[in-house]
């Protein structure tokens, strides 16, 4: 009964931790509107089964997030919360996926002590509240990989396929690598004949299928070219943004992303892989596998964002989880000797200096980000003080609080004050206040598909600066919607031929 209550307060944190709020805030330039403008023009048209933005068909990612915003859309009617919803909603069910895999294969105590660290960590519920496809993606992953350690063979199959039609060939690929990796490891390449690999093919294609098949029929080509050479092939093999190239990009993305739990993120791995039981060796060694071979796969690739490491999270989480379950069982996991509480002091210091650093360079949030300075050295004082009395479980619940009380903090008084400077919603009401609905309007790439959203005017996209230059130079009406740099960007001359109506958060509507 008691694990049962603990089973719902972790529920209940979790959706704290990443639905407060959603609503509240702009969608953010330039993703968060390119996954709300879609599926809207899919509603507009009638049309489900090609992409479309701009009034142009889009092959940049399958359907499945488009459709999940759509039914959102339809549910709430079209605002930010309909848009972040299946996103927010993934998130919280990957949560609940968690806890049930490490409760089914080791105890409860160990399902919600995972639950709790997957909920709480800095990067899974910030992008679970954000309107992208990487929370359901990242449950789709979730949910193949533990069906086939279930051996629940046939819904294996049906999330791959899920996952596939949410982002691609790595719906599939993914699982088969970590399962053939793992195998190869421990030998068991026998495991490969009862995978009912037939049957298992044919659900596949059933699910995924059609909408591929489709695709083609209708875009030929084009569709081949644009999804599978340019968002799959080309990104892999080719930087898209210089800065974040360097392979080691996603070692500092994960410790900060982890937190707080990165603190003991590398002794749990440590300790899995030094296990000498054969029944846990055989989990925890998939698990270890499972996030290696996701961190190791994107790091090697050329383009990286930081929301592509999202599906390391859960294999984690159950490797701390399991972890810190070990201590109620008499290892050795409390007070001074171990690095939990060093770690963390550690983490928080960094922290307190990106806090520094921000506010430096925005000082708006200083009032959030003194709070959120406040929340985690009393959660550092707090773990410390459990840690000392040998109580792991207050303290993992302690920090888990407090990091839903961060989220909080994010979105209530962190990110209000400076919202619009990284959102097109005001310019984009500021410029139908001015707009005469006939005049050719010109909109800069990162701010086009948050104008779009907001007004409905899809406009003409504006790549470079010297596409800019090209239009300004046309010796007719127009308007244009930039960000400040575009703007310095033309000479002076250029300059003149334009009147500024507006200049607000580093953004311009001009007029030629």
Not at 121 to 133: D, H, Q, R
Not at 382 to 408: N, P
């Amino acid at each position: 009964m008691q694990d049962r209550k603990r089973f719902w307060l972790m529920l209940l944190l979790t959706v704290i931790t990443i639905f407060v709020n959603i609503g509240s805030i702009p969608l953010l330039d330039p993703d968060e509107p390119f996954y709300a403008e879609t599926p809207k023009e899919m509603m507009l048209v009638n049309d489900f089964i090609s992409p479309r933005i701009y009034g142009d068909f889009w092959y940049d990612k399958p359907p499945m997030y488009y459709w999940l915003v759509a039914g959102s859309f339809k549910a709430f009617g079209v605002s930010e919360f309909a848009a972040r919803f299946p996103s927010a909603l993934s998130a919280v069910l990957c949560v609940v996926l968690v806890y049930w895999a490490m409760a089914r294969i080791f105890n409860e105590r160990a399902g919600i002590i995972s639950g709790l660290v997957l909920g709480s960590a800095v990067e899974y519920f910030y992008l679970g509240k954000a309107a992208v496809t990487d929370s359901t993606l990242t449950l789709f992953l979730t949910a193949s990989l533990v069906c086939f350690l279930e051996r629940k063979d046939y819904l294996f199959y049906i999330f791959c396929a899920l996952a596939t039609l949410t982002k691609g060939p790595i719906g599939f690929l993914f699982p088969g690598a970590i399962i053939f990796i793992w195998m190869a490891v421990t030998r068991r390449f026998d495991e490969i004949k009862n995978m009912k690999i037939p049957a298992g093919i044919t659900i596949f294609l059933i699910i995924a299928g059609p909408w591929y098949w489709e695709m083609y029929r209708l875009h030929g080509a084009a569709f081949i070219d644009g999804f599978i050479g340019v968002n799959n092939i080309v990104r892999f093999t080719t930087a898209e943004h210089a800065r974040t190239s360097g392979w080691y990009f996603f070692i500092p993305v994960l410790i900060i992303g982890f937190f707080p739990w990165s603190a003991l993120m590398g002794q749990a791995i440590w300790s899995a892989l030094k296990t000498k039981e054969s029944k846990e060796r055989k989990t925890l060694l998939f698990l270890f596998i499972w996030a290696a071979f996701i961190f190791v796969f994107f790091s090697i690739s050329n383009t990286k964002l930081l929301s592509y490491i999202l599906p390391v999270y859960p294999p984690l989480a159950m490797l701390v989880g399991w972890y810190l379950d070990r201590s109620f069982a008499g290892y050795r996991l409390a007070g001074w000797s171990i690095g939990w509480l060093p770690g963390l002091g550690i983490l928080a210091v960094l922290m307190a200096g990106g806090f520094v650093f921000g506010v430096k360079s925005l000082p708006e949030i200083r009032l959030g980000a003194f709070a959120l300075a406040l929340v985690i050295i009393a959660m550092v004082s707090a773990v410390g003080y459990f840690l000392k009395k040998c109580d792991v479980g207050k303290a993992v619940w302690v920090q888990a609080s407090a990091m839903a009380l961060v989220s909080i903090i994010m979105v209530t008084l962190l990110l209000p004050p400076v919202m619009s400077q990284f959102s097109s919603r005001e310019i984009a009401r500021d410029f139908l206040t001015h707009y005469d609905g006939k005049t050719t309007v010109y909109v800069s790439k990162f701010l086009h598909p948050g104008f779009t959203y907001y007004t409905d005017v899809y406009g003409n996209e504006l790549k470079s600066g010297a596409d800019f230059a090209k239009e300004v130079a046309e010796n007719r009406q127009a308007y244009f919607v930039v960000r400040q740099s575009d703007y310095m960007g033309l000479s002076n001359e250029e300059r003149r031929a334009l009147i500024v109506i507006l200049e607000s958060d580093q953004k311009m509507l001009l007029k030629r």
